[in-house]
T-cell receptor, first 117, second 108 residues
């Protein structure tokens, strides 16, 4: 298995532009999570899906952020318009089941480093 | 959200055992204890998890106190590749919430 695949690995964009981050979870996993990591705030959970349905988006910072999961093998996180304070590493993770006892845990992608100038 | 307390940083020499402590005094009876680690420039990776009994896998061992208010991640022989930030998490909901973790430095 190729693991969780995120694209692009790096993104540099100008303030005000739309940014779309992509994630392909592990085949068979039915839960998907988007995290953001910064030096100041550490790892923050933004939103998660179960069976392609958004379950909790309370971590999404504001209306400029949106996430979709149109099918079991693809998810996007969109920022429109982007701002310099959105600069961070964005991680996608997937899990086999949405239960407390995950024998396999979460599998994270390598992340997308976003820089907004 | 569930709260854990870990030292900010620890150091070890290569080939020596490392004991990474974690306090989780607010843990409830049904909360699992999970450990993840994040190597430089990578996403977090699952290390081990447990509920009440001590657990072993190929990466590490997890020792859970009898009252479950603390746990210790044990790396039996540290290598340079074990240098990472280690996160201890306990939760009983559907999502992992990360704290600040312990940055482990390993010296040759």
């Amino acid at each position: 298995d190729a693991g969780v695949i995120q694209s692009p690995r790096h993104e540099v964009t100008e303030m005000g532009q739309e940014v779309t981050l992509r994630c392909k979870p592990i085949s068979g996993h039915n839960s998907l999570f988007w995290y953001r990591q910064t030096m100041m705030r550490g790892l923050e959970l933004l939103i998660y899906f179960n069976n392609n349905v958004p379950i909790d988006d309370s971590g999404m910072p504001e209306d400029r952020f949106s996430a979709k999961m149109p099918n079991a093998s693809f998810s996007t996180l969109k920022i429109q318009p982007s701002e310099p304070r959105d600069s961070a590493v964005y991680f996608c993770a997937s899990s086999l089941a949405l239960t407390r006892d995950w024998g396999y845990g979460y599998t994270f992608g390598s992340g997308t480093r976003l820089t907004v100038v | 959200d569930a709260k854990t307390t870990q030292p900010n940083s620890m150091e070890s020499n290569e080939e020596e055992p490392v004991h990474l402590p974690c306090n989780h005094s607010t843990i409830s009876g049904t909360d699992y204890i999970h450990w993840y680690r994040q190597l430089p420039s990578q996403g977090p990776e699952y290390v081990i998890h447990g509920l009440t009994s001590n657990v072993n896998n190929r990466m590490a061992s997890l020792a859970i106190a009898e009252d479950r208010k603390s746990s210790t991640l044990i790396l039996h022989r540290a290598t340079l590749r074990d240098a990472a930030v280690y996160y201890c998490i306990h939760f009983n909901t559907d999502k992992l919430i990360f704290g600040t973790g312990t940055r482990l430095q390993v010296f040759p």
